[in-house]
Nanobody
Framework: QVQLVESGGGLVQPGGSLRLSCAAS????????MGWYRQAPGKQRELVAT???????YYVDSVKGRFTISTDNAKNTVYLQMNSLKPEDTAVYYC?????????????WGQGTQVTVST
């Protein structure tokens, strides 16, 4: 199992920026993808962005052009740069890693970091 620790959340005004970080406890050799999800109060958790082992990126339509996902493999860290933040981006943001351990498919989650966009 891989431990994932998110950081970088906080309170920001509309139009502002935040960068979330997710540090993995160890290198993941058979990674499938890493991603960011979010869950707003009273709503289901939704996918925000993913990056595959081949560096293919996916973004949900609502964040395209505003959010950027990236990785630093040397630091076992995935980032989510969030610009032009809107109140509807308010949520708890979770990091996820999907990978294989031998033949077994695994999916690990971080504990979440709160992002609040408000005046």
């Amino acid at each position: 199992q891989v431990q994932l620790v998110e950081s970088g959340g906080g309170l920001v005004q509309p139009g502002g920026s935040l960068r979330l970080s997710c540090a993995a406890s160890k290198s993941i050799f058979s990674i499938i993808a890493m991603g960011w999800y979010r869950q707003a109060p009273g709503k289901q958790r939704e996918l925000v962005a993913t990056i595959s082992s081949g560096s293919r990126k996916y973004y949900v339509d609502s964040v395209k052009g505003r959010f950027t996902i990236s990785t630093d493999n040397a630091k076992n860290t995935v980032y989510l740069q969030m610009n032009s933040l809107k109140p509807e981006d308010t949520a708890v943001y979770y990091c996820n890693a999907q990978y294989y351990s031998g033949p077994q498919y695994l999916s690990d989650w971080g504990q979440g970091t709160q992002v609040t966009v408000s005046t």
